[in-house]
């Protein structure tokens, strides 16, 4: 069972590099104190393996760039955060099954997190945006639709969900507002 854990957890948080391990310590945080089963010390190590997003945080930063897109840093640790739970909790474990099915194809786990992540943001954005309750039975259809759903936009860069402020989750164009 600790090993299933172990796994649940590796493939739920982002690893921490050396720039993130210096933040921590610059910050006088003892990493090997986080437990990533505790949802407040999980959400202080995605925050340092985001060192950017830390970073435009601090600033007051309401939106960044990465990959060549506009980000909002607190909405994309937030998905971070919700993937991770799903991840280490198993629910729904439709979630656990396909980080393990996408890693194993030899993913970057960080991209995985990314896919993930994009499912979960067409469910929120259908609940926030049409007034529709979350959506199980959907969820687990984007799920098994990745990675090709992923990949299928021509151009994405990684790790990127090939969204603009221009396009849906589902990345057609929004029409344009006059």
């Known amino acids: 069972m600790a090993s299933d854990l172990q796994t649940r957890i590796s493939l739920g948080l982002p690893l921490l590099d050396a720039r993130a391990r210096q933040r921590a310590t610059a910050d006088g945080l003892e990493l090997s104190l986080f ?14 393996a985001h060192p950017e997003l830390a970073e435009a945080i601090d600033r007051g930063d ?9 980000t909002n840093p607190r909405l994309h640790l937030a998905i971070h955060e919700i993937v991770a739970t799903q991840i280490i909790d198993g629910d729904p474990p439709e979630v656990l099954e396909a980080a393990l099915r996408l890693t194993e194809a030899g993913r970057d786990p960080h991209e995985v997190q990314h896919m993930l992540g994009s499912t ?3 469910q929120i954005w259908a609940v926030t945006r049409h007034g529709r309750e979350y959506d199980p039975a959907s969820h687990v259809a984007a799920l098994a639709a990745l990675p090709g759903s992923w990949d299928a936009p021509a151009a994405r860069p990684p790790g990127s969900s090939g969204r603009t402020r221009d396009t849906r989750p589902d990345g057609r164009r929004r029409p344009r507002r006059r």
């Open 62 to 70: 309401g939106e960044v760039v990465l990959d060549g897109q506009p």
């Open 120 to 122: 979960v943001t067409e």
């Open 35 to 48: 437990d990533p089963i505790d949802p407040e010390d999980r959400s202080v190590l995605i925050l340092l």
